[in-house]
């Protein structure tokens, strides 16, 4: 069957991957004596069953641009969102909770209007939203003067391909360059929003081991570019992410957020701009 087939291509992909950060690292012996290996195999079995199993919601309809602060004094602030499903507001009855919230927020705390717009796909992979970048509307000069990139999760999928975290990097600092080309005096952010500490459907152990592990190595390339060129990495302490056992902040689905969930973040992630 195509889940069978899925299973096995993916099981062999990520447990090559699990050789290389354990069976060729010095501290391999420690963590075999503690019995990680073994818990992580049945981790990565669970991961890989959700990777060929999963069904996205579908995406709310609606506007994925707007306005914040109508009426403000002074120019005012184009924000640009570049990212997947995220930025599509899966899981949320309505499109783009996320940028609502944030601009709201960022327009009360700056006291100026906040122009913004969105550039996504869900399920889109960093190369794949720098092309949906170059090929963005004529009437869009790709300006702006805060960009957001919400990425890292689906180029983790792309592990199968021979996608290392290492590769990630290197799309993500292109991706970065693009932007940075566009708006010369712009302002990128890219954030680190681990929520699969917290997404209900990562909880079951051991595969919580596995994925906190897994895309861990993602996230840390995000600091690595913010490190080498002149990008913002920021990251939600954890207690103002939505946190699994509240039901409420969480889409059916156990992986995205609700429409309250994003506003949450959204609110946090306009502070943290402000």
């Not at 992909?13 to 069976?23: E, N």
């Not at 300006?143 to 990425?151: E, G, Q, S, Y």
């Not at 199968?160 to 693009?178: I, M, T």
Request: aromatic share 8%; glycine share 10%; with cysteine.
């Amino acid at each position: 069957s195509s889940h069978e087939s899925c299973r096995k291509a993916y099981l062999g992909a990520a447990m090559s991957f699990l050789s290389r950060q354990f069976f060729l690292s010095r501290r391999a012996a420690r963590f075999a004596a503690g019995g990680v290996l073994g818990v992580t195999g049945a981790g990565v079995a669970q991961a890989v069953h959700l990777r060929c199993t999963y069904i996205s919601p579908d995406e709310p309809e609606g506007e994925r641009h707007g306005h914040a602060g109508r009426g403000m004094r002074g120019p005012p602030i184009r924000l640009l969102f570049v990212g997947d499903s995220v930025c599509m507001g899966v899981g949320a009855k309505i499109a783009a909770p996320l940028q609502h919230a944030c601009a709201e927020r960022l327009a009360a705390l700056r006291e100026r209007q906040v122009i913004w717009r969105t550039i996504a796909q869900t399920g889109a992979d960093v190369r794949e939203l720098r092309e949906l970048f170059k090929a963005r509307k004529e009437s869009d000069d790709g300006t702006f003067d805060i960009a957001v990139v919400f990425c890292g999760v689906n180029d983790g999928k792309k592990l199968l391909q021979g996608r290392l975290p290492s590769a990630f990097r290197e799309d993500l600092h292109a991706l970065c360059a693009v932007l940075k080309q566009a708006a010369p005096e712009g302002r990128i952010s890219v954030p680190c929003l681990p929520g699969y500490r917290t997404a209900p459907l990562l909880q079951v152990w051991p595969m919580r081991h596995f994925t906190g592990m897994f895309f861990n190595q993602y996230e840390a390339q995000k600091e690595a570019v913010a490190d080498s060129t002149a990008i913002h990495c920021l990251t939600p302490p954890e207690d103002t992410l939505p946190l699994s056992a509240a039901t409420t902040l969480w889409s059916h689905d156990g992986i995205h957020p609700s429409g309250e969930g994003y506003r949450v973040i959204g609110e946090w992630l306009g502070s943290a701009l402000a």
